[in-house]
């Protein structure tokens, strides 16, 4: 398990991030917190420099089961506690939500709840599964975080398009009203569908936009590109990195029956960027990619901006 996930669970089988340890079921928060090594609250104490002065305007959170520091924020910003981010999810289950996998990253600074939407997409003749993730950080650096990843079932390559139509992530700030449950629930689900229906479209737009084998090629080396100017160690890597992603688009059984179009394209580079195996992987690269598939992955949104600039 990467360094930097100190616990896990994940429910039935293997999920597509790839980290976590298998249990039987989570039909709360409260069992899913437990299962996960999340069940432990955030203290605050006051800030002192090394000559025992204090620091005014500031308060350092701790964990309370060993006092791990987890950060220093401003005396302003108001503790959610894990128990308290992650509750307002049990208001979904009724309508079918379950939980998938809960964690924490960065010696508990991040800790975040996986669920899997009800509902199940066909969208240009692929089955695609929503999940949500509910992230929280106890070090300052964002407030509770809500984010769709849809999942293309077939290969669990993960779909989650910037789409200028609906929002795919939404953030509440660290107040003491930060939830209220039946609303935030809801809420949520609304923009869950919203955004769904919207991914429905704009797939369907993607595979309209037509690309020639040449166009795919020149989008690709922009990605990876195999010049002169590079030291020979850049070359070889990107002529890997290349080589991967174009059988990823052109020799991938799941794509097929998929057409020489925009959709094929961003398949192949969600593929890449979901399971490609990296030049060097670093001991946290499993929770980063994770964070990158939850706020959004470069890569994919970079691709799909060069389809759209194509159309």
């Keep these: 398990m990467p360094a930097n996930v100190e616990t896990m669970f994940y ?26 090594g999340l ?27 060993d006092s791990a ?13 894990n128990e308290d981010a992650f509750r307002f999810t049990d ?39 929503p999940y949500m993730v509910v992230m929280n950080s106890h070090d300052g650096s964002s407030g509770i975080k809500v984010a769709m990843t849809p999942v293309r079932v077939v290969c669990q390559n993960t779909l989650n398009l910037a789409l200028e139509s609906a929002k795919r992530i939404w ?34 737009a993607l595979s309209k936009i037509r690309l020639t084998d040449k166009k795919v090629k020149e989008f690709m080396n922009e990605f990876f590109p195999v010049t002169l100017d590079l ?26 029956q998929v057409g020489r179009n925009g959709y094929r394209f961003i398949n192949a580079v969600s593929d890449f960027a979901t399971h490609a195996e990296p030049i060097r992987r670093t001991k946290n690269y499993g929770e980063n990619l994770f964070l990158r598939t939850v706020e959004g992955n470069p890569l994919i949104d970079r691709a799909y901006k060069m389809v759209l600039a194509a159309a």
């Design 91 to 129: 208001d979904l289950l009724g309508e079918g939500v379950t939980y998938e996998t809960a964690g924490s990253l960065q010696g508990g600074r991040k800790v975040w709840m996986l669920a899997r939407m009800p509902h199940r997409y066909i969208i240009s003749g692929d089955e695609i599964t």
């Design 231 to 256: 030291s020979d160690v850049q070359r070889k890597n990107n002529l890997r990195l290349l080589e991967d992603m174009k059988r990823r688009y052109w020799d991938a059984p799941d794509l097929a």
């Design 39 to 65: 069940d432990w609250s955030v203290l605050q104490q006051d800030v002192f420099t090394q000559d025992g002065s204090p620091i005014p305007g500031y308060k350092l959170n701790t964990r309370d089961t």
């Design 69 to 81: 520091p987890l950060g220093i924020v401003s005396d302003r910003y108001k503790v959610v506690q």
């Design 11 to 36: 429910v039935r089988e293997k999920p597509w991030h790839g980290l976590g340890t298998e249990v039987q079921e989570a039909p709360t928060s409260a069992d899913a917190l437990i299962y996960a």
């Design 171 to 204: 953030t509440t700030k660290h107040t003491e009203n930060v939830l209220s449950r039946v609303h935030e629930a809801e809420e949520t689900l609304g923009l869950a569908e919203k955004y769904m229906g919207e991914l429905g479209r704009g797939i369907d």
